[in-house]
């Protein structure tokens, strides 16, 4: 992006969501989305002193437009806080397939007031089915058996992504903005500069910039640790409708295992997830990534080469599973002053539980109401929610990480003697679904709109 102007500096330092009503973003637009400038302007020498000295003054800046930006942004909207949200991509990243949503996930979509409206895009999922990689049935669930309050849908990206975006304000998303570099400045602010020069100064910052977070870098966390297998991922589509039928259906074999998950009458989710000592070089071209993924299924049920087939280059990815272990008295915690952390660039998982995005929504409300409670009281007031925020999370996260990791360590078992078990004593006579359900228990009250 080019050099902002003064007068687009002043309009944006403005622009409040407290006195903005909510509208669809137009992605269409130019990178800078800007609201209309309200009657006051008291601020108006403070941003010509901000312009002047090159730094633009926010109040909280968010970093990274992915599930867990959007949901904080949001999140802090409806309890009446405006921030930025600064994003490297051109436009919102909605490329790839689709993410699971547990009853904990939707009980944050229900709280942010979106949640039916992605739930008439996409089917419920009935329950599970377990198989072997030569078709044989070892085990099958239906949730509301187990739980009758879970809720399992898998739901697009794009199309979650833009539901959270098209709630925001007007002006609330700055495309085009990838960060250079993060420093604190003498007031105890934080300044963000960004490639293209531009220069934030930020009161408070979120980092939701993924798992390879720069600000998680600038924190002291390592980077996320390689989990010894990938991930193949494509959304097949039906255009006359599929057979299937709502379930999620796992098959498992040696050192590698799928899952296919309908989402919708003509769409269905796809993986493959395979071995390998070390992540290898990075493949991007669509048809090598379609002929491996079948090449490691070639001998398993002919479904699941089908919906392979059906698959649409853009929607096929590979990536190499991490995640980053948060060992008490060791790892750096979720902040430090007023900078903190949001979702994978905190806390990476494995998609072992299907709880990576639900995690990140779940951070996000927990993380808004603990600003709003305090941001009106000061920087030390401030500092002492973020921590508080971290410190409420860390039980629930660090477990679950490990916990992910470990069941797919165990899914990937090579040995034919320890799968053999795997197939006939441990899966069709040991495994409880309710039991491991229980991750899904999450109170989401609805967050009051104070927007006036």
Request: proline share 7%; hydrophobic share 40%.
């Amino acid at each position: 992006m080019g050099i902002v102007s003064l007068s687009l500096v002043l309009h944006s330092r403005l622009v409040s969501p407290y006195h903005s009503q909510t509208r669809p973003i137009r992605l269409s637009q130019s990178n800078w989305f800007q609201a209309p400038i309200p009657a006051r302007t008291k601020h108006t020498s403070l941003s010509i002193i901000r312009a002047q000295s090159g730094a633009r003054k926010e109040e909280i800046v968010i970093v990274g437009a992915g599930i867990a930006g959007l949901a904080t942004a949001l999140s802090l909207h409806r309890l009446g806080i405006g921030s930025l949200v600064v994003e490297q991509a051109e436009s919102l990243r909605t490329s790839g397939t689709s993410l699971t949503l547990f009853k904990n996930g939707w009980r944050v979509l229900d709280a942010l007031g979106v949640g039916d409206d992605l739930r008439n895009q996409f089917l419920e999922v009935q329950g599970m089915v377990v198989t072997t990689a030569e078709g044989n049935e070892l085990r099958s669930f239906k949730f509301k058996e187990e739980d009758e309050s879970q809720e399992v849908r898998a739901v697009e990206r794009r199309v979650l992504l833009e539901t959270l975006a098209n709630q925001l304000p007007q002006g609330a998303v700055r495309f085009s903005s990838k960060l250079a570099k993060i420093e604190k400045i003498e007031d105890g602010d934080t300044l963000l500069q960004l490639v293209d020069g531009t220069q934030l100064s930020a009161k408070i910052v979120i980092g939701c910039d993924g798992i390879r977070s720069p600000i998680a870098k600038w924190m002291g966390f390592p980077e996320p640790k390689y989990a010894g297998h990938c991930g193949l991922r494509g959304l097949a589509f039906f255009p006359g409708g599929h057979k299937f039928e709502p379930k999620l259906n796992q098959i498992y074999g040696r050192g590698q295992r799928a899952g296919i998950v309908p989402i919708s009458p003509t769409k269905v989710y796809w993986f493959v997830c395979f071995n390998m000592p070390s992540p290898g070089q990075k493949i991007t071209d669509p048809a090598v990534l379609k002929k491996l993924a079948k090449e490691l299924v070639t001998n398993w049920p002919s479904d699941l080469l089908d919906i392979i087939d059906h698959t649409p280059d853009d929607t096929i990815s590979r990536t190499p599973l991490v995640d980053r272990w948060l060992w008490p008295s060791i790892s750096p915690p979720a902040s430090a002053g007023r900078v903190v952390l949001v979702g994978d660039a905190w806390h990476p998982m494995t998609p072992n539980l299907g709880q990576g995005a639900c995690c990140a929504l779940e951070d996000s409300v927990i993380l808004a109401r603990k600003l709003a409670a305090a941001i009106e009281s000061g920087p030390a007031a401030i500092e002492d929610a973020l921590s508080s925020y971290g410190s409420e999370r860390w039980p629930r996260i660090f477990p679950l990480t490990i916990r992910a990791n470990l069941i797919g360590s165990l899914l990937q078992w090579e040995n034919p003697v320890v799968c053999s078990v795997r197939n006939n004593v441990i899966i069709p006579k040991l495994v409880k679904l309710g039991p491991m359900l229980e991750h899904t228990n999450f109170d989401c009250q609805p967050l009051q709109n104070q927007v006036v």
